[in-house]
């Protein structure tokens, strides 16, 4: 069947895999990952893409860069995606996109930092078609920030930080705007702000433990131990603790 000829995904499906992103969001790693793999079948690949990229999103997070890689290939596939034709529905382009910016964090790691830049700019040309899209618009700064950051260029990460940062605040999601604050700490510690840096991220660490958002107050706390703050150690591994009795093993 074309692509243009798909059906919209059932609801139940959707809210399937929106509840996975939610059980990650929150540091249930066991049920966002159990959650992600029970829709590899589903009938509509966007669907399996989208969840393929939410598994390699989580396995990434617990440092388990070569299967997030693996997760994150087999989205690209299931996205369809095509230079020639471009995704032809709203939730194909989330799915493109979720997955190749996916591939791009995938290679920051091993320090392919060409390939990251060549998979965000794929990213980039699908969205400046379609405009809207903020979830996954988001994604696309926050992996040119960290991008940067593994460069050593601080001023484009503060740029993409704090693009960000507006960016979330306009798609009013709690969540999508604690995450653009822990990535602007960040970019702030690698531009050599070690103040505004601790002080970023003590504030992100205080309203994700008020959201409930346990990776981001665990990303937050060893950003706030890296600008020397001496009880950040302790809170860290506390927030460890807590994810491992959520399922979720660092590697």
Same mark, same amino acid.
């Given at each position: 069947?074309?692509?243009?000829? @798909?059906?919209?995904?059932?609801?139940? !499906?959707?809210?399937?895999?929106?509840?996975?992103?939610?059980?990650?969001?929150?540091? *249930?790693?066991?049920? !966002?990952?159990?959650?992600?793999?029970?829709?590899?079948?589903?009938?509509?690949?966007?669907? /399996?893409?989208? !969840?393929?990229?939410?598994?390699? =999103?989580?396995?990434? %997070?617990?440092?388990?860069?070569?299967?997030?890689?693996?997760?994150?290939?087999?989205?690209?596939?299931?996205?369809?995606?095509?230079?020639?034709?471009?995704?032809? /529905?709203? #939730?194909?382009?989330?799915?493109?996109? $979720?997955?190749?910016?996916?591939?791009?964090?995938?290679? #920051?790691?091993?320090?392919?930092?060409?390939?990251?830049?060549?998979?965000?700019?794929?990213?980039? !040309?699908?969205?400046?078609?379609?405009?809207?899209?903020? /979830?996954?618009?988001? @994604?696309?700064? *926050?992996? +040119?920030?960290?991008?940067?950051?593994?460069?050593?260029?601080? +001023?484009?990460?503060?740029?993409?930080?704090?693009?960000?940062? /507006?960016?979330?605040? %306009?798609?009013?999601?709690?969540?999508?705007?604690?995450?653009?604050?822990?990535?602007?700490?960040?970019?702030?510690?690698?531009?050599?702000?070690?103040?505004?840096?601790?002080?970023?991220?003590?504030?992100?660490?205080?309203?994700?433990?008020?959201?409930?958002?346990?990776?981001?107050? *665990?990303?937050?706390?060893?950003?706030?131990?890296?600008?020397? $703050?001496?009880?950040?150690?302790?809170?860290?591994?506390?927030?460890?603790?807590? #994810? +491992? =009795?959520?399922?979720? %093993?660092?590697?």
């Amino acid at each position: 069947m074309h692509s243009s000829c @798909r059906p919209v995904p059932g609801p139940d !499906s959707l809210t399937r895999w929106s509840e996975a992103v939610d059980a990650g969001a929150r540091g *249930w790693y066991a049920a !966002s990952l159990t959650g992600a793999r029970s829709l590899r079948r589903d009938a509509d690949p966007a669907v /399996r893409s989208l !969840s393929a990229s939410l598994e390699g =999103s989580l396995l990434r %997070q617990l440092g388990r860069y070569a299967d997030a890689a693996v997760r994150d290939g087999a989205a690209l596939v299931d996205s369809g995606f095509s230079r020639a034709t471009g995704p032809r /529905r709203a #939730i194909d382009v989330d799915a493109v996109v $979720d997955a190749l910016v996916g591939l791009a964090a995938d290679a #920051i790691g091993p320090r392919r930092l060409a390939r990251a830049d060549a998979l965000l700019t794929r990213a980039e !040309s699908v969205l400046a078609t379609r405009p809207g899209h903020e /979830r996954v618009s988001l @994604r696309v700064l *926050w992996v +040119r920030a960290e991008v940067a950051m593994a460069s050593g260029d601080a +001023r484009r990460a503060l740029d993409a930080a704090e693009a960000s940062v /507006r960016a979330a605040r %306009q798609f009013r999601s709690p969540r999508h705007l604690v995450k653009s604050r822990v990535v602007h700490a960040a970019a702030l510690l690698v531009a050599g702000d070690h103040a505004g840096a601790a002080t970023a991220a003590r504030s992100a660490r205080d309203d994700a433990v008020a959201a409930e958002l346990l990776p981001l107050a *665990w990303a937050s706390a060893c950003l706030s131990e890296a600008c020397g $703050d001496r009880d950040a150690s302790g809170v860290r591994r506390g927030f460890e603790v807590a #994810i +491992r =009795s959520r399922g979720g %093993q660092f590697s």
